[in-house]
Structure formats: C-alpha cells, structure tokens
C-alpha cells in the first residue's frame, strides 16, 4: 500500500464527506435513492414516514492497495437474501447515532471490531424502494484487521478493490419493475457477481463525493 494512495483518500474523505450525520430533525426532503434515476418521475420516492438504518462502507488496506468490503446475504433471510450488501440494518433506539449503529451491525454480521475502524465521514442519505432512509458511514480498517462472519446472517464476505469501484465505465443502469412499474438502478458487475439497487447506489454517490 503507498502511502500517496492512502493520504490522497484521506484528503478527499475530508474534503468530500460529511463530518457529521443528519440529525432526527434535519429536513431531508429530497434522498437520493433510486427514484432520481427515472427521467419521467414514474418511480416516485417512498412517502414518509421512513424507517431508519445505517450501513458501514468499510474501505480496507489489503495486499498494498485500497478495496472496499462487501456481504453476500444468507440465503434463508426474509429480506434480500442472496443479494450483495454493506454491514448494516434499522438504527436500533439504544444507538447512539447512525456511526454506532453501522458499527454494530458490523460487528454482530462479520466480527469487525469497532476499534478497527477509523469512521471518515458520512455520505448522503440514501431511500430504498421499500421506504428504509439509509445513512451510510464510510470507515477505514486497519490491514492487520480479522473478520468472523456470521452464518446467520452473511453466506459470504468478499472485496473489490476501490479504484475499480470509483470507475464510472463499469457502472450501468439496470431496469427491473417494482411495484408493477418499471424502475432503474446502478449495478456494477465484478466478476460472476453483480453489486445493484441501494448497495450499487451508495457506491455512486461514494464516487461524487470522493471525486467530484
């Protein structure tokens, strides 16, 4: 890993990112989400209220360079099994803020310490389709860092490297119909894998914010 690849993330998470989460009580009027990639406003955002959740975009030091770490869902799971995701879920009312619940999601889905991660910021909010206002917090893990996923809830636990990812060209638009309406969503392929919908999503608006 050089170092000029580590410090020039470190320069643009400052610059890029927000320091701070949204608060219970800002007006976030517009997320993104999926909805602002349909040109004819067919696919209409979620109506209030929203539930909240937090999900951590863990960039880690690997074999000299930087990649960012993903979840395959389990299979049995009720919601999205098998689809490809960041560690997260609902903010639980004992969270202290959106940071903490991302951390223990992580922690309890694939046994990332909390003292593992540096937290770099916030991206911006972002609304599934099925009404979850998601916060997604950007952490960066240490190289020496040791993951223990757990068969409940992660079939998997894989990497991409982050200069991949921050390539516009490898990112398409897909359409798929939800709720009988036709509605557009990022997807990256990697390999046999395709990262798309919300996860897909933040990845974009990681890009915008680190190269805008």
Not at 6 to 15: K, P, V
Not at 117 to 141: E, K, M, N, Q
Request: aromatic content about 6%; some cysteine.
């Amino acid at each position: 890993m050089s170092f000029d690849a580590l410090s020039d993330l470190l320069e643009r998470a400052g610059r890029g990112l927000s320091p701070t989460p949204p608060k219970a009580d800002d007006p976030v009027s517009n997320p993104r989400g999926d909805h602002d990639l349909d040109p004819a406003g067919i696919a209409t955002p979620p109506v209030k209220p929203h539930r909240s959740a937090a999900v951590l975009v863990p960039i880690v030091v690997r074999n000299e360079e930087l990649a960012v770490l993903f979840t395959v869902r389990a299979s049995h799971l009720r919601d999205h099994s098998g689809q490809i995701a960041f560690p997260g879920d609902k903010i639980e009312p004992s969270d202290r803020d959106p940071a903490d619940a991302a951390l223990r999601e992580a922690r309890e889905e694939i046994g990332l310490r909390p003292d593992d991660i540096r937290i770099l910021g916030y991206l911006d909010p972002y609304l599934s389709a099925t009404g979850f206002l998601v916060v997604p917090v950007v952490g960066l893990c240490t190289e020496e860092v040791r993951l223990a996923p757990d068969p409940a809830e992660v079939a998997e636990v894989f990497e991409v490297p982050l200069g991949r990812l921050m390539d516009p060209v490898r990112r398409r638009l897909g359409v798929g119909l939800w709720q009988d309406r036709p509605r557009r969503y990022y997807a990256i392929p990697f390999g046999d894998r395709m990262i798309w919908g919300v996860t897909a999503g933040i990845v974009n608006n990681l890009h915008e914010r680190l190269f805008p």
